[in-house]
């Protein structure tokens, strides 16, 4: 049976991937982790996609034993809102250790997706640092890229594979795996609107985003959560990223699975600006955070997909909303 080792001593944080081959592998593994954290009397949460979710409950016989479930296609359709879940989850239960599975990748994701939720599991490792908690994260050895299992020995300090644990000889920094993946972004080759923006711009900036998005086949409602997403971005450009930046705007009509390759809008926020915190908007702000905090974490809760890239070129954030 494979087992997970429990966090050696207090404040210990345990973050293993487990590699996975087929259905029974995964409730192997996974059902292992959920009945040794029960049997230790510790709070359990369980975000995995929907199929995995209910495949899971129906073998787990947990006799009425509180399991906190999601399912990670809609907690995590982006990426960046996972780690603020997984942190409520164990501030919750201050002073216990939490124990937590999260499969933030599976086969379908699109390579937008993919890429940020890698940078998810790498900053995982700064945000829980110290914390009493593990964090299993299954991973699809046979449907996913061997790059994405590649990432995920760079992004996990311990492997599950093949029954046995291991550590991983590839863990690598967060900070490095977080700088690989601000690879450029792809140039959209269809219509685009532009709109440079200075100090006092806002207003300019929310109309024109708001005159452009009635004619998207977004609802009213979701126009709204484009428009206050991109004021959001838009007031950081002018407070941190030096004054001024560039909104561009464009349709989407892949059909492609997920919000970064489906049909969609897409709004791109570019300034000049530094990302000082690599955690900004991926975790809940405080009320003495500052503005930059907040809208980042704003702008997370608002968008199917939120692209970030922190270069020399300076900050740039691509926003997705799906229109299917």
């Known amino acids: 049976m494979i087992t997970v080792p429990a966090p050696p001593g207090p404040g210990a944080f345990v973050h293993p991937a487990l590699f996975y081959r087929d259905l029974d592998e995964y409730l192997t593994g996974v059902g292992g982790f959920v009945r040794t954290a029960l049997s ?5 949460l369980v975000a995995v996609p929907g199929p995995h979710l209910d495949a899971l409950r129906e073998s787990l016989d947990t006799g009425g034993a509180e399991i906190a479930w999601t399912d990670m296609t809609e907690l995590g359709r982006n990426p960046g809102r996972i780690l603020a879940a997984l942190q409520d989850f164990a501030d919750r239960h201050a002073g216990r250790a939490a124990r937590i599975v999260g499969e933030p990748i599976w086969p379908g994701r699109s390579p937008a997706e993919v890429l940020e939720a890698t940078r ?3 900053l995982i490792n700064t945000a829980f640092a110290g914390r009493p908690a593990t964090i299993l994260c299954p991973y699809d ?20 594979e093949e029954g046995r644990d291991l550590r991983s000889p590839a863990y690598t920094d967060a900070s490095e ?8 972004l792809p140039e959209h080759d269809g219509e685009v609107s532009r709109l440079d923006y ?5 207003a300019e900036v929310r109309e024109h985003a708001e005159n452009w998005a009635r004619g998207t086949a977004l609802t009213p409602a979701r126009r709204g959560d484009l428009v206050l997403a991109i004021s959001e971005a838009a007031a950081n450009s002018l407070s941190h990223g030096g004054g001024k930046g560039t909104l561009r705007l464009w349709t989407t009509t892949g059909a492609g699975a997920g919000a970064g390759s489906g049909a969609g809008v897409v709004a791109e926020i570019h300034d ?8 900004a908007g991926r975790r809940r702000p405080s009320l003495a955070s500052a503005r930059g ?15 970030v890239r922190a270069m020399e070129s300076g900050f740039t ?8």
């Open 40 to 44: 230790a009397d510790e709070p359990v």
């Open 293 to 307: 905090g907040r809208g980042l974490w704003m702008i997370h809760q608002l968008c199917d997909l939120v692209e």
């Open 141 to 160: 050895v046979r449907g996913l890229a061997p790059s994405v299992v590649a990432d995920a020995r760079r992004t996990h300090p311990t492997l599950i």
């Open 120 to 122: 998810h599991e790498a």
């Open 177 to 184: 795996v977080s700088g690989d993946c601000d690879l450029p």
């Open 198 to 202: 200075a100090p006092g711009g806002l």
């Open 272 to 279: 000049g600006g530094r990302l000082a915190d690599p955690l």
């Open 317 to 324: 954030l691509r926003l997705h909303m799906a229109t299917l």
